[in-house]
């Protein structure tokens, strides 16, 4: 995990690059979800920062983590 590359979700949730081989290669990842950012003006976050770390072990690999948030829980998974 020495690399590190910020990338924003687009308006629709989703960080389009990030799932494109070029850009995949095998390794471990970590994604970082501001929770905070998405409810200010909302409410408080009980989460106010979500890491999620995974495996790509295929770069031609489908890789779609999503995350389902509440408001005090959230869960995740390799989505298709």
């Not at 308006?11 to 095998?26: I, K, M, Q, V, Y």
């Not at 009980?46 to 959230?74: K, M, R, W």
């Amino acid at each position: 995990m020495a690399d590190c590359r910020l990338e924003r979700t687009q308006s629709n949730g989703r960080a389009e690059d990030f799932g494109n081989p070029e850009n995949l290669t095998p390794g471990v990842y970590l994604l970082t979800f501001d929770v905070a950012e998405y409810y200010a003006g909302k409410s408080d976050a009980f989460f106010p920062v979500i890491t999620v770390v995974f495996n790509v072990t295929e770069q031609e690999g489908h890789y779609h983590v999503p995350v389902l948030l509440s408001a005090y829980g959230y869960s995740t998974y390799r989505g298709n």
